[in-house]
């Protein structure tokens, strides 16, 4: 998948000079995620349901982070 016209926003729980630090960008059908700090690295790409889900289950504490 061809990303590199990719809009990409950092999470508004992303702190300046934290540790914790993602981007996603939208794209046909999927959630691209990255790591701000690397940008060059490497992408995970998931359904838009996925990444709903994961949102979902971080909200609600259901995941060990």
């Known amino acids: 998948m061809d ?3 990719a809009n990409w926003r950092k999470s508004s729980y992303s702190s ?3 540790q914790g630090c993602v981007e996603v960008a939208l794209a046909p059908g999927a959630v691209a995620i990255r790591d701000s700090k690397d ?3 490497p992408v995970h790409v998931v ?3 996925a ?3 994961l949102v979902a289950r971080i ?3 259901e995941l060990d982070l």
């Open 3 to 5: 990303l590199s016209a």
């Open 16 to 18: 300046g000079g934290g």
């Open 39 to 41: 940008p060059d690295g």
């Open 47 to 49: 359904s838009v349901g």
């Open 51 to 53: 990444f709903r889900d």
């Open 59 to 61: 909200k609600y504490g």
